[in-house]
T-cell receptor, first 113, second 112 residues
Framework: AAGVIQSPRHLIKEKRETATLKCYPI?????VYWYQQGPGQDPQFLISFYEKMQSDKGSIPDRFSAQQFSDYHSELNMSSLELGDSALYFCASSPQGSSYEQYFGPGTRLTVT | AQSVTQPDIHITVSEGASLELRCNYS??????LFWYVQSPGQGLQLLLKYFSGDTLVQGIKGFEAEFKRSQSSFNLRKPSVHWSDAAEYFC??????????FGAGTILRVKS
């Protein structure tokens, strides 16, 4: 079965640089969620999109932005990177009518040096 | 606000022994509850979910969980643990806005 695809899987950036993370949801899933998992931490919700509109926002820094495109893929843009942004970033998608049933991608490990 | 508590940070069990991972939630209405498993450096895999109905939920890999409203609990169980079950387990509750709120996780170690 098709799963959530995230790219890149690993990313190394320097402080103050920018990064773009991509997420391709499972086919026919219309909702995308972004979570951030710091070292030894539980995943924290960042932002979500439903039908290309932002549906909810969590503890996402102003330096971060995200959008969902017409093909339902989503991108998380991160600017002015800080050391504390080093984390595993997960994207999850959910099917129509079952938003709590979220399927997670493998994550993008971002390291900021 | 919704919250999840997993009181055990680490649990060690012998291979073949039974397992129970504890999860308590705080939520005003009937909760949507989930258990996810995460192997080191990997993504989160959904083990099972509870939305409504039968309070004993069967999941993948031989796991089950029981929803107990009176105790605000959703404990995960497995009758016989395999070495491949060693991982970190997260309990989560569906919160307002459809996001998931996770517990801090329980790291399971399996000794042979």
């Amino acid at each position: 079965a098709a799963g959530v695809i995230q790219s890149p899987r690993h990313l190394i950036k320097e402080k103050r640089e920018t990064a773009t993370l991509k997420c391709y949801p499972i086919p026919r899933h219309d909702t995308v969620y972004w979570y951030q998992q710091g070292p030894g931490q539980d995943p924290q919700f960042l932002i979500s999109f439903y039908e290309k509109m932002q549906s909810d926002k969590g503890s996402i820094p102003d330096r971060f932005s995200a959008q969902q495109f017409s093909d339902y893929h989503s991108e998380l843009n991160m600017s002015s990177l800080e050391l504390g942004d080093s984390a595993l970033y997960f994207c999850a998608s959910s099917p129509q009518g079952s938003s709590y049933e979220q399927y997670f991608g493998p994550g993008t490990r971002l390291t900021v040096t | 606000a919704q919250s999840v508590t997993q009181p055990d940070i680490h649990i060690t069990v012998s291979e073949g022994a039974s397992l129970e991972l504890r999860c308590n939630y705080s939520y005003g209405a009937t909760p949507y509850l989930f258990w996810y498993v995460q192997s080191p450096g990997q993504g989160l895999q959904l083990l099972l979910k509870y939305f409504s109905g039968d309070t004993l939920v069967q999941g993948i890999k031989g796991f089950e969980a029981e929803f107990k409203r009176s105790q605000s609990s959703f404990n995960l169980r497995k009758p016989s643990v395999h070495w491949s079950d060693a991982a970190e387990y997260f309990c989560a509750v569906g919160a307002r806005g459809n996001k998931l709120v996770f517990g801090a996780g329980t790291i399971l170690r399996v000794k042979s």
